[in-house]
């Protein structure tokens, strides 16, 4: 009985504890989580928002970073000029993915109003599950052979970007 109760309190202590820290990662402003991954970008067909279509087996033989974000997410959307910045630069192409988890989607005219300048396409849940996606906005760099090397939670700013950048063209 008594080792029972002792991992019901460790449970309870457990989900406190991540409570705390998911509480910590969508709130703070300036969370954010790096990490090394290997994970083969799967081939898929995206839909770009306003029309058209991007295969991402076309990227090959080029890094890029694969941006994951959520229009309803602050953090994602106080990146926009970080990353626009990025896209600007010309340095490492920018690939954004919206996540739309209802019927509703963005248009052209809501990408504007949010002063996008890098092409948006919508993701299929089916690409989320392979990429291990744990939190909005969620950056994977992506080397010249298909592989996530590197996956990035939370809000970047311009030096965190600028720092990422570097190594990958280094790597390349």
Known sequence: MEKKDTLGSLKAILLVLGSLVAGYMFIHPGYMEREPININV???VL?????GKLNLASLAGKPYLLEVWELNCPHCRREIP?????QRSGQLQVVSLIYEPSEEQIGEKELQE???????YRIRDGL????????????YLVNSSGVATE????????????RITERTIEKE
């Open 42 to 44: 799967p081939p898929a």
């Open 47 to 51: 839909d770009k928002v306003g029309g």
């Open 82 to 86: 970080v990353l626009n910045e990025l």
């Open 114 to 120: 949010l002063c996008i300048e890098y092409p948006v």
């Open 128 to 139: 989320l599950n392979k990429l291990e996606l744990v939190a909005f906005p969620t950056a």
């Open 151 to 162: 996956r990035i939670v939370g809000a970047k700013d311009n030096g965190v970007l600028k």
